[in-house]
């Protein structure tokens, strides 16, 4: 069976929580997870029946966008899930008028790096030492894309 997208609702907040917990070493926090369904953000998610596979939030401002996290369940990882939230994400972009996209990667995450830059996405700068590590901090990527 093939994964499907549909909507996050504030239910599934406990589902998401799960899934960011286990893809990261520093999480998003329940709250942060919460605000997700603010008025300025807009999400899309990937379902097998009842299990969520990945997520995207992101914002939005007049034309532009920010893609604030993107998640997959570490089991789902590998199996281009990633690829396929970032093109939902991209049509929702296109649908809702936004043209200018924006993120910011962890400079370690080779994965992420080279997913994004194979969707169009350019570096256009870095947050030194933005990041917290284990053993300290790391710079964030910034990245764009114009739609």
């Known amino acids: 069976m093939q994964p499907e997208f549909r909507p996050l609702r504030p239910a599934d907040l406990d589902a998401m929580l799960a899934v960011e917990q286990g893809a990261h070493a520093h999480p998003w926090s329940r709250s942060l997870l919460a605000d997700a369904f603010g008025e300025r953000y807009f999400t899309g998610a990937l379902w097998q029946e009842n299990a969520l596979l990945g997520y995207f939030i992101a914002d939005r401002v007049l034309d532009e966008t920010t893609l604030m996290n993107i998640c997959v369940a570490p089991e789902w990882q590998g199996r281009g899930l990633g690829r396929q939230l970032l093109e ?56 764009q894309k114009r739609l």
Request: net charge positive.
């Open 88 to 143: 939902h994400y991209f049509a929702r972009c296109r649908a809702l008028g936004l043209g200018w996209l924006w993120l910011e990667v962890r400079a370690s995450n080779r994965a992420a790096l080279s997913l994004y830059a194979s969707a169009g996405y350019e570096e256009s700068g870095r947050r030194r030492n933005y990041y917290p590590t284990a053993d300290g901090h790391e710079d964030a990527v910034l990245m």
